[in-house]
């Protein structure tokens, strides 16, 4: 189905069950729905997957979005289709909007779960300051500078990589504290994208949470030990406390 946001197109599937809450699946960035797809046959509850822009069948040109844009983005799909109650359930950058999701509305919010999550401040390495310093030094000298950057990075278009950049600066640390509803933080123990520093974080800005490592696991972890993700996760969604 295609949902018109802002002129926008936004491509979503959902799954009607009739349940007072609705799981909400926010994939990672360069992914799309079918990456949490398979959570759709574990859980009772209905179920809403959306492909975020300029991912999967959703708009692919779009211009001046920030990662707040994405979360009203998803709020507002939400009240398009009747939904009113939510369990969120990201992954890596789906993470950060479930993060602004939980903390700017509450009391729509019934649980969190925070897959590999991005947002936090990333720790420095002095080699990343030469990496910006020579960037900045080859661009003064107009040398070509087209190779500089993440993978991420690279694959975008003009547009998006300010897209892209907007994001990556936006750190959510200090809306931590405001997430109330009960979150499960789920995390690849051998993750490098968003290491284990980040989970601790999470876990000790956000009160009412739960810190699960999985081992043998990197950034995917809902692949690398999919028996043990769904165990976590199901034991944490159904739980009526």
Same mark, same amino acid.
């Given at each position: 189905?295609?949902?018109?946001? +802002?002129?926008?197109r ?8 009739? #349940? ?12 799309n729905? &079918?990456?949490?797809?398979?959570? +759709? ?30 979360? !009203?983005?998803?709020v ?15 992954? #890596? ?12 509305c509450k009391s ?6 925070l897959?590999? #999550? ?31 950057? #993440?993978?991420?990075?690279l694959?975008?278009? &003009? ?6 950049n907007?994001?990556?600066? !936006? ?27 980040m ?8 009160? +009412?949470? +739960? ?25 944490f ?5």
């Amino acid at each position: 189905m295609i949902y018109k946001y +802002k002129n926008c197109r936004i491509f979503y599937r959902y799954i009607n069950k009739n #349940s007072a809450v609705c799981d909400v699946y926010l994939h990672g960035w360069g992914a799309n729905y &079918e990456s949490l797809f398979f959570c +759709k046959d574990y859980l009772p509850n209905s179920a809403l997957f959306v492909d975020f822009p300029p991912f999967g069948k959703s708009e692919k040109k779009i211009k001046g979005w920030t990662i707040f844009s994405y979360t !009203t983005m998803v709020v507002s799909l939400c009240e398009h289709l009747g939904i009113h109650k939510v369990n969120l359930i990201g992954h #890596s950058f789906g993470g950060r909007v479930a993060i602004l999701y939980s903390a700017f509305c509450k009391s729509r919010v019934e649980k969190v779960v925070l897959i590999d #999550s991005a947002g936090i401040k990333p720790h420095r390495k002095p080699s990343y300051y030469f990496k910006i310093w020579r960037y900045k030094m080859r661009r003064k000298l107009h040398l070509d500078v087209s190779k500089f950057g #993440s993978c991420d990075y690279l694959a975008l278009d &003009e547009d998006m990589r300010k897209v892209f950049n907007s994001i990556v600066k !936006t750190t959510l640390d200090d809306f931590l504290p405001n997430v109330e509803a009960k979150t499960l933080i789920i995390f690849g123990k051998n993750d490098k994208t968003t290491p284990c520093y980040m989970a601790k974080k999470l876990h000790k800005k956000i009160r +009412k949470s +739960k810190l699960v490592f999985i081992e043998n696991s990197g950034h995917f972890c809902f692949n690398d030990n999919k028996y043990k993700f769904l165990k976590e996760m199901k034991s944490f969604i159904n739980k009526g406390e």
